[in-house]
């Protein structure tokens, strides 16, 4: 229970993250008419953009190509001429739910602590990176290992070069990314090193590599770290295609920065807490084609929901969120539905949203399990078939479905990626 001395507001909506699924959502919500506030546990807003200064922002949302900041910007933007009520280094301490139109926000401020009483409550508070002790890397406890997000924030918000030699795991797009951004500030790249066999960015970010004469090493992985205050060498070794070390293949790189990018984990710990169902494999809430989560009224979007390749997904799926608040408030709930839910078929690691009404046209969101060439996205039951010459697990796949096609469906719809 919320202590009764705390100060009060009220809103129709409050939303949970000042990111760009954060700040889509709050602006869209504002123009359908709803009173909103906004709360951003960093002192500015923009989530992770402000610190993301390359291109390829903004290609699909805004229709032209942007730096993160400048994406952020806009949003920002955005809110300020909507008049959107906002509070940065606010820290939300706890979410009460005490019925479908009734939940509680606490949150901790530099002017105190207040409690919001709100209709419904967008969740976008984004996702966390793994830290070396999740991926299994030993050794000494020394300085020169960050994460991704740690790095890129020391260079591109502070100014500062976190090191000189450095060797990379992950080969997503962040750790690709940095690894460009490293050779340009004049660092040595010694290695990429990447688990799977096959690199985990997009093509685009993959030709880094190339472009910098940077070694990438498949299938290995970093298991050591060693040295006296600072970071000295990294031991890798071989998997095999059960990801098993393979005896004598170890070999040390010598470097004096470690930088972990291996992967997101969305940020849902205080939805769990209120009994959110999640989806094992998305690591986020379980939602219907408004992003309504289990919880009535709990919408959310953004890398809290799954864990997006672009930010233009993440910014739509922020204004889904505000549009279905916005009928969950008029309403008195999305109300009940004869919901068709989604299934995982061949060769597809998730999908969402899982429910879908068939009131709507919608986006399906999915990734593979394994790389594939000159295969079909099919959905039997509707008989819905598209060709598609490549996929990867690395690349998202958007696929739209009319309202029409999703009514034809008897109770469930099944998406599997098959050989062509």
């Not at 009483?117 to 830290?131: L, M, S």
């Not at 470690?258 to 379980?286: F, M």
Request: charged share 25%; proline share 5%; net charge neutral.
């Amino acid at each position: 229970m919320v202590p009764s001395e705390i100060p009060m507001l009220s809103y129709d909506v409050v939303v949970i993250g000042g990111g760009p699924a954060g700040m889509a959502a709050a602006a869209r919500a504002r123009e359908l008419g709803l009173s909103v506030l906004l709360l951003e546990e960093n002192d500015y807003l923009g989530g992770i953009l402000p610190q993301c200064i390359h291109p390829g922002f903004g290609i699909h949302y805004f229709r032209e190509e942007l730096t993160g900041p400048e994406f952020a910007s806009r949003l920002a933007k955005r809110l300020v001429e909507l008049g959107v009520e906002y509070k940065t280094a606010a820290r939300v301490i706890e979410i009460e739910n005490y019925s479908d139109l009734e939940k509680v926000v606490v949150f901790a401020s530099p002017g105190g602590v207040y409690q919001v009483w709100t209709k419904a409550i967008i969740y976008a508070a984004g996702a966390r990176e793994r830290h070396a002790f999740e991926i299994g890397i030993a050794g000494d406890r020394v300085s020169g290992i960050y994460t991704a997000g740690e790095a890129q924030t020391l260079m591109d918000i502070y100014g500062v070069l976190p090191g000189k030699e450095i060797v990379i795991v992950g080969s997503g797009d962040v750790g690709l990314i940095m690894a460009r951004r490293f050779a340009l500030e004049g660092a040595k790249v010694k290695a990429v090193v990447e688990l799977m066999p096959y690199p985990g960015g997009l093509a685009r970010n993959v030709m880094i590599l190339r472009d910098f004469n940077i070694p990438l090493y498949l299938s290995h992985k970093v298991v050591e770290v060693r040295g006296k205050g600072r970071v000295q060498r990294v031991k890798v070794v071989k998997v095999d295609e059960n990801f098993q070390e393979v005896p004598g293949s170890e070999f040390w790189i010598e470097a004096d920065t470690l930088i972990i990018s291996a992967g997101l984990i969305p940020s849902v710990k205080p939805l769990r807490k209120i009994g959110v169902e999640i989806d094992p494999a998305t690591g986020g809430p379980v939602v219907n084609d408004r992003l309504e989560t289990s919880v009535p009224g709990i919408f959310v979007a953004g890398n809290s929901l799954v864990i997006n390749d672009l930010v233009d997904y993440v910014a739509e799926q922020g204004e889904l969120a505000a549009e279905g608040a916005k009928e969950f408030i008029e309403n008195g709930g999305i109300g009940s539905r004869k919901w068709v839910k989604v299934e995982k078929g061949s060769n597809v690691r998730l999908v969402l949203p899982h429910y879908l009404s068939g009131e709507r046209d919608v986006y399906l969101y999915l990734r593979v399990a394994k790389p594939m060439e000159d295969v079909e996205l099919r959905i039997p039951e509707i008989g819905k078939r598209l060709r598609l010459p490549v996929v990867k697990p690395a690349e998202m796949i958007r696929l739209k479905l009319k309202a029409g096609e999703t009514q034809r469906a008897e109770g469930k719809l099944t998406v599997e990626v098959v050989k062509a």
